[in-house]
């Protein structure tokens, strides 16, 4: 059990993922080469989007860890648009890996990928920031997306 507790971190959730969609074009893959490029615009994007959010996270000097007590509350960079840029940078990643592979069908990924992510980490941190910085995160809340 303390293993799976070591693994329960989003970036180990995208490679599971990842490689499901892998295996999804490995079954079937009609647009071959046609969408990597496309794919891959995606896949930049998106670690674009991780890297902007972690550099936020450093400048408010706390966590960026899941799982871990959050000292201060990260409201600039693209904290701005979204409470969960690095969670839909997870999503856009995945996306744009099953267009590089040629296989839209693991587009179906995306959803049971945004279920894990919702339950396994955004509602238990909104849980833990609401209970740590009260009133200043409702506020954040109700002026930011959770998603976009």
């Known amino acids: 059990m303390s293993l799976l507790r070591h693994l329960d971190y989003p970036p180990v959730w995208l490679a599971g993922f990842m490689v499901l969609a892998w295996f999804m ?22 670690i674009g989007a991780m890297i902007w959010a972690a550099v936020s996270f450093y400048r408010a000097q706390t966590t960026i860890v899941p799982h871990r007590a959050p000292s201060a509350l990260v409201e600039d960079g693209p904290y701005r648009y979204s409470r969960n840029p690095i969670y839909l940078a997870d999503l856009v990643i995945l996306a744009g890996w099953a267009l590089s592979l040629g296989a839209p069908a693991a587009l179906l990924l995306l959803a049971p990928f945004y279920q894990v992510l919702q339950h396994r980490f955004v509602l238990l941190e909104e849980a833990a920031l609401r209970a740590r910085l009260g009133e200043e995160y409702a506020a954040f809340c109700s002026r930011t997306r959770r998603w976009i």
Do not use: N, S
């Open 25 to 46: 074009a490995h079954v079937w893959a009609p647009f071959g080469d046609w969408l990597l490029w496309p794919g891959r615009v995606l896949i930049v994007v998106g």
